[in-house]
């Protein structure tokens, strides 16, 4: 199998605290989210921090999802990493933070795996969006 | 809890394909990992691809730690994201480098979560890493 993939790392603001908060709705959203992203799903696991929080996990056949949440600061930290050209993670990412409620994000996408002789290295392209508009 | 963590991308060179191909080898070593880091390991997942490589996560209670394994080229992408200051990814990434054989690493070390206003952003530092002098 090809080694190049492509590694999202997601900085999520302005995200809704009642749904950042709640394992259940996490899971939900996150395994929708790769659904949407035609991702084939293994395995989630999800489980909420004392006193708030959330951490978890879908491990998809391309590779996986992981989210971390702060519902005191509406913040997100979402991971979406795929292998292969079959999946689709920027639709999977646009519908999770739409779900969250996100108005910005700070997103850094990485294309690894990438064969130079014999070891392997990334690159690295940055960006921010401002989904105000597009929230309700 | 402080939103920053500190989340390592790792491309690892010259793995031992015997080790990388096994699911069960891949769990001992990331979990004793994480012990290594002082990480309180949550759970574990691991399975074997067809016809090879492995996926597993390892959830911590400061976030979690990801691999992906290609045998057949002895490249391994490896994550390891802490939040907080009690734990020590690079202790933990040294040791799983080192029981993979891994002679070369092209690594990313991402600040995640850094306040601005009301946005959260991340900065990047890269460097590479030649193992070859440390292995037997």
Redesign the interface.
Known sequence: ?D?I?F?Y?V????CRPEVIGDPERMREILLAGAKVGKMEI??S?F?R?TPT?V?G?V?VAE??I?I?T?PE?R?V?L?V?V?GTSSFPEEAIDYILKELGCT?A?V?E?K????DE?????T?L?W?EDLKLTQV
Chains 1, 2 share one sequence.
């Not at 900085?11 to 302005?14: H, N, P, R, V």
């Not at 014999?118 to 990334?122: E, F, G, R």
């Open positions: 199998m080694t993939g590694h790392i900085e999520a603001a302005g293994r395995t696991y489980y921090f929080g951490s996990v491990i590779s996986h992981t971390h702060w600061y913040y930290a991971d990493y292998c910005y700070h850094s990485i690894r795996g990438i064969r014999d070891v392997y290295t990334h690295i940055t921010d």
